[in-house]
């Protein structure tokens, strides 16, 4: 994507009086880190950047914004919020808009066509200890990674996001403003991650998630950073009725991972930040992925689509199927 | 609420229905130990007056504030022990019914597991007891008025009794005129009353009473609101005639460029009318209509160099420019007499009705023997060349009823009445003819009517049992194929004319009804009463009630008792002015509510909006129930990521401890 | 413990107006059937939130079972087909985690069907007595 087009549209819209702000991409100050940018008005825009190490979901921070009690007589400031999203983070938005999360009259939608991220821990991996600001590049069949001034081509599969190489939406789905052509959509890989816990049996399946579970910490860091979990009183903190207990242990655990990606059934879009911020690196993006494909598949329904549709949960066919029914 | 609770735990013996297999004295010794539990005690019944003081003392005496009453099923004695706890100063909805009698002691021989399952369900409701909350029913004015959808026999008689009863009435029907499907017979079984004569006063009553607003040639377009207060809204579609100017005297029909060119709607097809017509001539109202779709002038812009019946109309009352209108108004009560489709005999091609033009239905028939029909009342079937009588006429009952294949499982409850009906009238006419009637059962259960069965069979008419599996045609005749299954012979049976026996059907246009008044249909497709036995008029939905054939295959007689059980229903609410809301409804907590809107979808009665608060300077969208609409199913909460609508009564915090109780007692 | 010698705790959440009343009515026929099955009574099986289904078993069920009306003969038109689709989802997510689908069940139970209501309890309790005591992530201590 052409870097100067970018800054110049975002600036354009920073610049607009009835945008608060936009939130966009910004070099980060270390790694392969990547830091979200609040521009305020134009002269921010130079900073903002769109790379394959721009994984984060901005559209968590529509929902993140905390409605502070405002003294008497103050007016709240309704500018519209600009924000810049890939496909997936697309998803979010049109999700958002079914949930009335947001209001469209309120979104500026900077659609940015995504060849596919990088997965940054491959990357970090592979080249350890790179302190000072990398910078990854596309290039026609991959990427090419400059870390301190040295540029390295690496292979597309090499370093492609697992939820990219999944990904069935590169292109934004809703936008206002479009950067750029649309990318040429590729074939979805095949789900193995969510597959091989499927072909387990049930006695395996226990005991990896088991595994898994014994180590969350409950930093609630997977709902946090989720753009779809935006409870003002998340349930999970609830204590009357208290659907989990705070004390850190598999049972309560387990409930905790079974509630979170209970609530996102037919909600998740597959952004992947979940399991991207998880610390104890919890495989949190199969839960969704096991759950998204099978509502696509039994149920014909994909979330984050479109602004109008049905929410999932909200919603029923009489031809849904039953064949768990005794 | 802030009161500590105290339990008390009231076992019922049930004489020896929940004694002689549950354990009740251990059960009480158990009891009394639940942690806010203050007394148990056992009684042989304690639905009984001195069971129901014995609580009530106990709540004046032992202060309780809290009652768990294990005993038979809520559904059985709920009301019972509400009222009880009522009278003894508590809130009746402090009440928390164990089912150790339909649920446990009749179901479960083993006096240990009996008792132990006892235990468990006592806990749950104990759990669940403590934190209830206080509920009030309320009360609304219900406006003084009904609304009556359809003015077949069932829509009439229930909008001329709530008339009578001086309420206000709203008469919508479909058709230019009322009437229905009783207009177009002839005679009634089994007295064979002139259906005309004994239906025309009526329909002249309901369009005369002052109380009834009568709507011919008009459809509800939506309904709003909950019993007591519904909001209607009715189309009126154009006439193209100025109701108030036409006097009925028929000349544009006669005088209509195209007179006499499509197939009357009243005679089955048999009979011919113009673009402007009157479906009979007792219609009521006696106004005409144009039929937009057969008039040249409204289908295609011209009728020769200006529209025939404007020209000799002296009232000056066609009007083309008409438009639909829309009225709307409020009622109380509605009553759903939306009727009947006869079955449709081309989904049974064996038959020939397509083909054959002397194979015909029963409702052909009404209009072929009626004095007022397309034949003067005459018999006749063509035989290619000319009008002639038929000399071997044959019925098959059960058509489209009784028949899986055509997905109608159940009895249509009139064929059996109406074949023995025109058998005997074609007898009248026609004294020589060979009558017979191919049937699988003859069903003759009403008052008077196994009595007319047996009169028609001493009429010469031969009943064969066999269901006829064809008909085809041999030269000038029809052929019935058939077995007499009493004497397992093989027929083929030639005759000159077929009557199919065919049965009632829901009406096709059934589904825009069931969306605008939340209807269910059961198995057979027909309107669902709330209670098959004991609310046979009623809806899930209150205030909404089914008369006549739309709630299932009826007979005169059947449809005009129903449709005076619904007027009497409908005028509960009327006569009392105000209906009582259900307490137990959900609520929602507008400082966690996100806003989502997934209950507003899910709801289905539309008792939750969304509404705009103010939040500490914010404008923010929230949930909330309309109390008055809500029937506490709580489906909206089950889908509520934020639990922030409860229903009363069934909160996740009420809930969540009778499970946590259950499984502590493993 | 082996699978043959423990009796599973069952919770069941039946509607008030088919299963409940199917249940009443296999208890006035007087049907006979297991003792290991506890009713909660919800209004309607939409009401029942997926997550009961997890917390019971988290508090000491070995199976669950949810049961209500056919499809279409909900009293409150659409409950259970709303809770057809949650259920459905929650069965899928429990057995992916590796809850033995044998746990959790759901039923039509009309209010005229006391046999089917005895035929759903036996299968249950069956299904659950071959999957075994439930441990999985069953809590330590349950307080209500």
Not at chain 1, 195 to 215: H, I, L, P
Not at chain 2, 421 to 448: S, T, W
Not at chain 2, 576 to 597: L, M, P
């Amino acid at each position: 994507m052409d870097l100067e087009k970018l800054r110049e549209t975002a600036a354009e819209v920073a610049a607009r009086e009835d945008v608060k702000y936009l939130i966009g991409w910004k070099k980060g100050t270390y790694g392969y880190r990547v830091a979200p940018g609040f521009i305020e008005d134009a002269d921010g825009a130079a900073e903002l950047i769109f790379s394959p190490l721009c994984t984060a979901n901005l559209a968590t921070y529509l929902t993140l914004v905390e409605k502070l009690p405002l003294p008497r007589g103050e007016e709240p400031d309704d500018r519209k919020t600009a924000l810049m999203v890939k496909g997936c983070d697309s998803r979010a938005v049109a999700q958002l808009l079914v949930e009335k999360g947001i209001d469209r009259e309120n979104v500026v939608v900077i659609g940015c066509p995504c060849p596919g991220m990088v997965d940054p821990e491959l990357l970090a991996e592979k080249y350890p200890e790179t302190e000072e600001p990398a910078e990854v590049k596309w290039t026609d069949d991959g990427f090419i990674v400059i870390r301190d001034g040295e540029e390295t081509s690496v292979s597309r599969d090499e370093l492609l996001a697992e939820k990219c190489r999944l990904c069935r939406y590169p292109n934004p789905v809703i936008s206002d403003i479009m950067l750029g052509e649309p990318v040429e959509t590729w074939e979805p890989a095949e789900d193995e991650g969510v597959n091989e816990v499927e072909n387990k049996d049930v006695d395996e399946r226990e005991a990896y998630w088991e595994e898994q579970f014994s180590n969350c910490v409950r930093c609630y860091s997977c709902r946090n950073v989720c753009p779809l979990c935006y409870c003002q009183d998340c349930i999970l903190d609830r204590l009357n009725p208290t659907w989990v207990n705070r004390s850190v242990n598999f049972s309560e655990n387990t409930a905790f991972n079974i509630a979170r990606a209970f609530h996102l059934a037919g909600r998740c879009i597959e952004c992947g930040e979940c399991e991207r911020v998880c610390p104890a690196n919890i495989p949190l993006g199969k839960l969704n992925r096991k759950l998204a494909r099978e509502v696509r598949d039994k149920y014909g329904f994909e979330p984050g689509l479109d602004p109008e549709a049905e929410p999932f949960q909200a919603s029923y066919k009489p031809d849904d199927p039953e064949d768990f029914i005794l | 609420m802030t009161a500590k609770p105290k339990v008390g735990v009231y076992i019922c013996h049930c004489g020896i229905n929940i004694a002689s297999t549950v354990d009740v004295e251990t059960v009480e010794e158990y009891a009394q130990k639940l942690p806010n539990v203050k007394v148990a005690r056992t009684y042989s019944y304690m639905c009984s007056e001195p069971g129901q003081v014995l609580i009530k003392e106990d709540i004046k005496e032992q202060g309780l504030n809290r009652i768990v009453v294990a005993s038979c099923s809520p559904r059985m004695h709920e009301p019972t022990f509400r009222k009880a706890i009522q009278e003894a100063g508590l809130n009746p909805y402090f009440l928390e019914m164990a089912n150790i009698r339909e649920q446990c002691s009749w179901v479960h021989e083993d006096t240990g597991e009996a008792t132990e399952k006892a235990k468990k369900l006592i806990t749950a409701s104990v759990a669940k007891v403590r934190l209830l909350e206080a509920l009030e029913s309320k009360e609304v004015d219900a406006e003084p008025a009904a609304l009556v959808i359809g003015a077949g026999i069932a829509g009439i008689q229930a909008a001329l009794d709530i008339a009578d009863a001086g309420f206000k009435t709203y008469l919508v029907e479909k058709t230019p005129s009322v009437g229905g499907r009783m207009a177009q017979l002839d005679k009634t079984f089994p007295t064979l009353d002139c259906s005309a004569c004994i239906l025309t006063p009526k329909m002249v009553d309901c369009a005369s009473h002052p109380n009834i607003e009568l709507l011919s040639y008009s459809e509800v377009e939506e309904v709003g609101g909950y019993i007591g207060n519904f909001d209607v809204k009715v189309r009126k579609k154009a006439r193209y005639v100025d109701f108030d100017k036409c006097t009925g005297c028929g000349d544009c029909a006669s005088e209509c460029r195209v007179a006499d060119r499509f197939p009357s709607e009243f005679d089955q097809g048999m009979g011919k009318r113009s673009a402007i017509y009157l479906p009979f001539p007792q219609a009521v109202p006696a106004k005409y209509t144009i039929d937009p779709e057969s008039c040249l002038y409204l289908s295609r812009g011209k009728c020769g160099k200006s529209p025939k019946c404007q020209e000799v109309c002296g009232a000056g009352a066609i009007n083309f420019e008409q438009e639909d209108e829309f009225v709307e108004f409020k009622v109380g009560a509605i009553i759903v007499a939306t009727g009947f489709d006869p079955f449709d005999a081309s989904r049974k091609p064996e038959y020939g009705y397509d083909d054959y033009p002397n194979v015909i239905t029963g409702m052909e028939m009404e209009r072929l023997v009626s004095a007022s029909g397309p034949t003067g009342g005459k018999v006749l079937i063509s035989n290619g060349e000319e009008e002639i009588e038929p000399k071997e006429v044959a019925f098959i009952k059960c058509v489209g009823s009784r028949d899986e294949s055509v997905g109608n499982e159940y009895c249509s409850r009139v064929c059996c009445m109406y074949t023995a009906k025109q058998a005997h009238l074609i007898r009248e006419k026609l004294p020589d003819a060979n009558i017979r009637i191919y049937y699988m059962d003859v069903r003759a259960f009403g008052k008077g009517y196994e009595e007319f069965y047996d009169r028609v069979r001493r009429e010469n008419v031969r009943y064969i049992r066999g269901n006829p599996s064809e008909i085809f045609k041999r030269g000038n005749k029809l052929v019935v194929k058939a077995e007499d299954t009493l004497t397992s012979t093989p027929l083929e049976d030639e005759v000159d004319m077929v009557v199919l026996g065919v049965g009632l059907e829901p009406r096709a246009d059934m589904r825009k009804m069931m969306d605008l008044l939340r209807l269910s249909q059961s198995p057979d497709r027909f309107f669902l009463e709330a209670h098959p036995k004991l609310r046979p008029v009623d809806t899930a939905t209150d205030g909404v009630f089914l008369a006549g054939c739309c709630q299932g295959p009826k007979d005169i007689p059947d449809t005009v008792a129903q449709a005076k059980g619904a007027a009497s229903s409908a005028l509960i609410p009327l006569a009392r002015g105000k209906v009582t809301i259900d307490a137990q409804v959900a609520e929602v907590n507008e400082t966690t509510c996100r806003g989502c809107g997934f209950c507003v979808e899910i709801c289905p009665y539309s008792a939750i909006e969304m509404v705009t608060v103010n939040q500490f300077g914010h404008e923010v969208e929230v949930a909330r129930v309309n109390e008055a609409l809500c029937k506490g199913c709580g489906s909206c909460s089950a889908a509520c990521l934020s639990d922030s609508i409860q229903p009363k009564s069934f909160r996740d915090r009420q809930i969540l401890p009778q499970i946590a109780a259950l499984g502590a007692m493993k | 413990m082996s699978a043959n010698n423990y009796e599973p705790n069952i919770v069941a959440f039946l509607c008030n107006w088919c299963s409940y009343a199917g249940a009443d009515l296999a208890g006035t026929s007087r049907v006979q059937y297991p003792s290991n099955v506890q009713v909660i009574r919800v209004m309607c099986t939409g009401r029942v939130n997926p997550l009961y289904v997890m917390n019971a078993l988290q508090q000491g069920a070995d199976g669950v079972l949810v049961s209500g009306c056919h499809p279409g003969d909900c009293h409150y038109m659409e409950g259970n087909y709303y809770a057809r689709r949650r259920l459905g989802m929650l069965k899928d997510l429990m057995e992916f985690i590796g809850v033995d689908p044998r746990r959790f069940h759901m039923s039509w139970v009309s209010a005229s069907e006391g046999h089917k209501w005895k035929e759903v309890v036996e299968k249950t309790v069956e299904d659950a007595r071959e999957a075994g005591p439930f441990e999985g992530f069953r809590r330590r201590r349950i307080d209500w």
